[in-house]
């Protein structure tokens, strides 16, 4: 079965440096999101992309967050600076508009950060 | 607002016993409904999905849901658990059908042996 892949999915950063997460959706997956769960909590969407396009970045910190995906294939998630509040798992997710698919999304299996 | 509230932070039964997980939403109409589980450390694995139809869904690993539009509830059970449904448990619902899922807060399983 088609996964969405993530890497790394373990990260420790000190404060203040440059972390970037990378995630490959499931094939012909032409909408990918990045959500955050913090411990204890569900996951909140931060961007949604459509392509190549972003459709949904109200949530993302634009200060420090930033997300990309060029090719409208894999996708960068990047922070900098990184600070405490954003040790979280950061979660990639994809869909497919196609009817069978019952807007169900897929997600990855995360990418653990720790900001020390 | 939306809002997914799953009202049992953690649960534990005995290995065996039968399971439910309640979950219930605030939407005036159906919205998509979703269950997925997760184990530690792990991402979030789709368990079954309701959008309209038979209001009683089966689906991966013995579970199912029943929505109830009269309690804006879809509850998860499974008659029998065994050690491996150990994991935490998240309703979500897409209200408008465009992907934005709201999801619960959680529900952590614990499964005594």
């Known amino acids: 079965e088609a996964e969405v892949a993530q890497s790394p999915r373990y990260k420790i950063t000190e404060k203040s440096q440059a972390v970037a997460f990378w995630c490959d959706p499931i094939s012909g997956h032409a909408t990918l999101y990045w959500y955050r769960q913090i411990l204890g909590q569900g996951p909140e969407l931060l961007v949604q992309?459509?392509?190549?396009?972003?459709?949904?970045d109200s949530q993302l910190p634009k200060d420090r967050f930033s997300a990309e995906r060029l090719k409208g294939v894999d996708s960068t998630l990047k922070i900098q600076p990184a600070e405490l509040g954003d040790s979280a798992m950061y979660l990639c997710?994809?869909?497919?508009?196609?009817?069978?698919?019952?807007?169900?999304?897929?997600f990855g299996e995360g990418s653990w950060l720790t900001v020390v | 607002a939306q809002s997914v509230t799953q009202p049992d932070i953690h649960i534990t039964v005995s290995e065996g016993a039968s399971l439910e997980l309640r979950c219930n939403y605030s939407?005036?109409?159906?919205?998509?409904l979703f269950w997925y589980v997760q184990s530690p450390g792990q991402g979030l694995q789709l368990l079954l999905k309701?959008?309209?139809?038979?209001?009683l869904v089966q689906g991966i690993k013995g579970f199912e849901a029943e929505f109830k539009r009269s309690q804006s509830s879809f509850n998860l059970r499974k008659p029998s658990v065994h050690w491996s449904d150990a994991a935490e448990y998240f309703c979500?619902?897409?209200?408008?059908?465009?992907?934005?899922?709201?999801f619960g807060t959680g529900t952590r399983l614990k499964v005594l042996a």
């Open positions: 997710a994809s869909s497919t508009d196609g009817l069978e698919s019952g807007n169900t999304i897929y």
């Open positions: 979500a619902v897409d209200t408008s059908g465009t992907y934005k899922y709201i």
């Open positions: 309701y959008f309209s139809g038979d209001t």
């Open positions: 992309f459509q392509d190549e396009s972003v459709v949904d």
């Open positions: 939407y005036g109409a159906t919205p998509y």
